[in-house]
């Protein structure tokens, strides 16, 4: 990546420059008349509603008609902050190039820095937590180490929907496959947070449990997503970018950790496959009348329904 300054060093006061690797839509850098840097979208026509409800801590959000266009401007107001300002900018140009409509492009923009608003006011600020560092590794090894070789490296991540809230991790043409880890030291347990976790019309469906031990001479998060961004060397600009927003709104987010990364070893890896028989609570198990339900397997008692992890590849 280059310097997080990059876009703005060698700009005066009150100057902008247009984003070069945008030409569908008006998107500048600039930097205001105090020396702050900002990124600056300029829409084709007026917004619908000029509402923002969109703040962050350090970061103007301007949004306003001027001109019969609509404008949507983001000002840092510190440099010490600049490095993860800099990753907003890059998230927010990757989403405008998804898309050649106007009104789409900006509908888009504005759910990102939504999503941006939601991730920088959790608790949590110093970074992505140890339980959450466990299951991006679990979900990045099994991409890496099955998806990536069954199905190719852009569907791999097309197919990773764990990021985007849904009810499973991966979603592929002939399966559904959630990813659970625990720590060894700890026992086989899958820690389930939902009636509809376990459950699909769709079918087959599979359990993959990691067992991990937290060690110095391990891989981590980083050192993953590294290996896949070099995997993907050869990939297009949307598939990179759409790895790297997954990686964002997974909570993993560079610029914010403070404290060095856990490592991992990878002690055992099974699959399950999620029968009717299988031990599960499921909308089809309970009373409608019950909203929220989270239960522990122990994955130790249900070895009669583990298979190979290939077989999720081949029909069940």
Not at 5 to 20: K, Y
Not at 230 to 256: A, H, N, Q
Request: charged share 25%.
């Amino acid at each position: 990546m280059i310097d997080n300054a990059a876009p703005w060093t060698d700009m005066g006061e009150s100057s902008s420059r247009r984003v070069d690797t945008i030409t569908e839509h008006d998107v500048y850098w600039v930097v205001d008349n105090y020396g702050s840097y900002g990124l600056f979208l300029q829409a084709k026509n007026e917004f619908v509603a000029e509402d923002n409800t969109i703040s962050f801590s350090g970061i103007d959000v301007i949004k306003r008609n001027l001109n019969g266009r609509g404008e949507l401007i983001l000002l840092l107001n510190n440099k010490d902050d600049c490095p993860i300002f800099y990753k907003i900018c890059e998230d927010l140009i990757a989403t405008i190039h998804r898309y050649d409509s106007d009104a789409i492009m900006v509908n888009a923009v504005e759910a990102r820095l939504q999503r941006w608003q939601e991730l920088l006011k959790k608790e949590n600020k110093r970074g992505i937590s140890l339980e959450l560092q466990m299951g991006l590794f679990s979900e990045l090894s099994f991409l890496k180490d099955h998806l990536y070789p069954e199905i190719g490296l852009v569907q791999a991540i097309t197919s990773w929907v764990g990021p985007d809230n849904d009810k499973q991790d991966f979603l592929i043409d002939d399966a559904i496959i959630e990813i659970k880890s625990h720590r060894t030291s700890k026992g086989e347990i899958a820690s389930i947070s939902s009636a509809a976790q376990l459950h699909s019309e769709k079918e087959p469906l599979f359990l993959v449990s990691y067992g991990l031990t937290r060690s110095e001479n391990g891989e981590s998060i980083e050192s993953l997503a590294d290996e896949i961004r070099s995997l993907m060397s050869s990939c297009s600009e949307v598939s990179r970018e759409m790895f790297e927003t997954k990686l964002i709104d997974y909570g993993y987010i560079p610029e914010l950790e403070t404290q060095p990364l856990a490592c991992f070893i990878l002690d055992s890896e099974k699959t399950f496959f999620v029968s009717d028989e299988f031990p599960t609570i499921t909308p089809l198990k309970i009373m409608s009348q019950i909203t929220t339900v989270k239960y522990v397997i122990d994955l130790a008692s249900c070895t009669e329904f583990e298979v190979p992890t290939n077989s999720i590849f081949q029909g069940g």
